[in-house]
């Protein structure tokens, strides 16, 4: 397995929660990372995403502000700390791989994808 996503889970609004991703380290040294997620009924969207060095950050306008996203590559890991959750924040979240970014940050096109994790957010 390449991309190994956890962390996801049932919390109440307001609450917290923190994703990781474990990756084989030929993906995670040499990949922007990111993160991705698909609420039901939705087309699967990017969330956030970070450069190798941690200094070209994107968050999509709806995690902004609320969610952080961090790397260790020294330990190949991939987290996403989540705060302040809402029932839309709701879905399947991924992470991913992709081999370059946009002006933006934005992750240009997936290469790998880890397997999702839901994340379940109660009113």
């Known amino acids: 397995v390449q991309l190994q996503a956890s962390g996801g889970g049932l919390v109440q609004a307001g609450g917290s929660l923190r994703l990781s991703c474990a990756a084989s380290?030929?993906?995670?040294?040499?990949?922007?990372m990111g993160w991705f997620r698909q609420a039901p009924g939705k087309e699967r969207e990017l969330i956030a995403a970070i450069n190798w060095s941690g200094l070209s950050i994107y968050y999509s306008d709806s995690v902004k502000g609320r969610f952080a996203i961090s790397r260790d590559n020294a330990k190949n890991t991939l987290a996403l700390q989540m705060n302040s959750l809402k029932p839309e924040d709701t879905a399947v979240y991924y992470c991913a791989a992709g081999s370059d970014n946009d002006y933006r940050g934005r992750i240009r096109s997936v290469d790998y994808w880890g397997q999702g994790t839901l994340v379940t957010v109660s009113s």
């Open positions: 380290e030929d993906i995670f040294s040499n990949y922007v």
